[in-house]
């Protein structure tokens, strides 16, 4: 049993750093890995800090149904569940800074993974999306 545990650990470790190029929430810093995509994650506030900062196109990768509901302030809509989310994606400056949400955090976490295979440089994450931005009060446009 103390063998299966310290295997399990090992594990985890090799894992961990396996995942440097994901940083935690609200990291203001972080050097992707040879050359990848930088990938951080950032909470409502966060994400309002960055967009008041500038320099950040946010990206809404619902559908247009939800967007239309309401959205981020400047937000572009690039569903990610249509058939041409990923020539769309293609078509955008891979230097940029992409702040990227869903309604909850499961279509935009899929999709960082094609910012990823495209080369993008810098892509910011809103954990828990459109519900978490607005349970803390962030301001939606309709």
Request: with cysteine; charged share 20%; net charge neutral.
């Amino acid at each position: 049993m103390k063998w299966f545990i310290s295997c399990i650990a090992a594990l985890g470790a090799v894992w961990l750093t396996g995942c440097s190029e994901v940083t935690s929430q609200n990291s203001a810093t972080a050097a992707p890995a040879s050359g990848g995509t930088e990938i951080v994650h950032v909470d409502a506030a966060g994400a309002a800090a960055l967009i008041q900062k500038g320099g950040v196109t946010v990206l809404d990768v619902r559908t247009p149904r939800e967007f239309a509901a309401g959205r981020i302030q400047g937000a572009q809509n690039i569903d990610y569940k249509a058939s041409d989310f990923r020539s769309r994606i293609e078509g955008l400056d891979r230097d940029g800074t992409y702040l990227v949400h869903c309604a909850v955090g499961g279509r935009s976490t899929s999709a960082l993974a094609v910012f990823q295979e495209l080369g993008f440089k810098r892509v910011v994450h809103l954990d828990g999306g459109m519900k978490d931005w607005e349970k803390a009060g962030q301001p939606v446009e309709p």
